[in-house]
């Protein structure tokens, strides 16, 4: 299934934090199919097969990679949706890449050369979500070494025709808490020369500040900072969904609940539109 990060129409990636069990998982995914029509840019479902940065030793982690594959190409044949899926170590880029449609590198890892290389010599698409330290067009560098792997792959591949994309999703201010700047959005697009989606939910994490050393979350922000982003002009959203976050394995304080997500979509997609009309 071809994947494009539109930068015409407005996009989303969403689903849970962590693979559950199947009743869970093509729960969200069914949800997200039908929402999916109503979305310019369409939908992409996402969820990891493995918590690798979680903050406590004993969290848990999802059910690895061979499993979290498997259920994922479950989600993908039920629910006809692309599927997204992060990666934190080069050896699970190609599995993952025989699966899924597009590979994440999560926030952390950022500037590790050999999983960035190993995700773009995969030729799938590839979403860099930008560190909690860096500034916007500290990104340049992250997104050119996935375009070396993907260029690298095939000698007659021209690197800018890598599907890559820029994730903003706050950087830290003080201590256990995030902040937006909207000016990194245009910062960020610009330095890349790449599509830039806005995180909506790790946005509102707290991390280190929930209960028992967890991370918190300021559910609450989501929908104000999500609107804030439209206006600015992101090309697409990225936002974690649970049906009872209150009781999901991780990040439960900073998603957005399912049944509430259509409402807030929607309102998004018109303050896109009006944006850039």
């Not at 930008?130 to 340049?140: A, F, I, L, S, V």
């Not at 070494?145 to 993907?150: C, E, L, M, S, T």
């Not at 900073?254 to 997500?261: A, G, Q």
């Amino acid at each position: 299934m071809a994947v494009h990060f539109r930068r015409d129409a407005l996009f989303l990636i969403a689903g849970p934090c962590q693979l559950e069990d199947d009743a869970l998982n093509l729960r969200v995914a069914e949800h997200l199919a039908r929402l999916a029509d109503r979305v310019p840019g369409g939908i992409i479902y996402k969820a990891s097969f493995d918590k690798a940065n979680r903050s406590n030793a004993g969290a848990t982690r999802g059910p690895g990679l061979d499993e979290g594959l498997a259920a994922l190409d479950r989600v993908k044949r039920a629910s006809g949706l692309p599927i997204l899926t992060d990666v934190h170590l080069p050896e699970q880029c190609a599995p993952a890449g025989q699966v899924v449609d597009v590979l994440q590198i999560p926030a952390f890892l950022c500037r590790q050369t050999d999983l960035l290389v190993a995700a773009g010599a995969t030729g799938r698409p590839v979403n860099v979500k930008k560190g909690q330290w860096m500034h916007p067009e500290g990104m340049r560098g992250a997104l050119e070494k996935v375009r070396a792997g993907f260029a690298g792959s095939s000698g007659s591949r021209d690197p800018m025709a890598a599907e890559v994309a820029a994730t903003e999703r706050g950087t830290f201010f003080g201590y256990g808490d995030l902040v937006v700047d909207y000016r990194g959005f245009s910062r960020m697009r610009e330095a890349c020369d790449a599509p830039v989606i806005f995180d909506a939910t790790h946005s509102v994490q707290q991390p280190g500040r929930g209960e028992g050393g967890t991370s918190g979350g300021a559910r609450e922000f989501i929908p104000p900072l999500t609107m804030a982003a439209c206006a600015v002009g992101v090309d697409g959203l990225f936002m974690e969904t649970h049906p009872d976050p209150a009781h999901a394995p991780s990040d439960g304080p900073n998603m957005m609940p399912l049944h509430l997500l259509d409402d807030l979509i929607l309102r998004a997609v018109d303050v896109w539109a009006r944006a850039r009309a």
